[in-house]
């Protein structure tokens, strides 16, 4: 880590805390899906803290990473993937209806529990 990000992290690392903290308590889930879990920044400076203490807490082993697809209407799929080279070309949605996943975006998904 580079001296510059660890002096916006120290700086912010007790805010950074705080979203986590919040997002858990305000979204019961096991999961952590940083589209939502940024919707709680109030401002780009926690935002940028929040995505360095990710990265550390990935890199260091203490936050499981997995990653899924973003379904056409939305949603995220239900289905895990270890990295993002073993989604298959296709996926099944929330109702089991079958997509292509060729044009959908792969997002990270953090494990808290």
Known sequence: MSKGTAVVLEKYKSSVQDLVAAWIQSNQT????PRTLGK????????????????NLVE??????NYRVVTPTGEISNEEFANPAQIPAKV???KAR????AYSDII???RVS
């Open 98 to 101: 079958e997509f292509d996943t």
């Open 40 to 55: 709680v920044s109030s401002s780009a400076e926690d935002a940028l803290a929040l995505a360095i203490e990710l990265a």
């Open 60 to 65: 260091a082993g203490t936050l499981p990473v």
């Open 108 to 110: 990270p998904v953090y």
């Open 92 to 94: 099944h949605d929330s």
């Open 30 to 33: 096991e999961t952590l899906d």
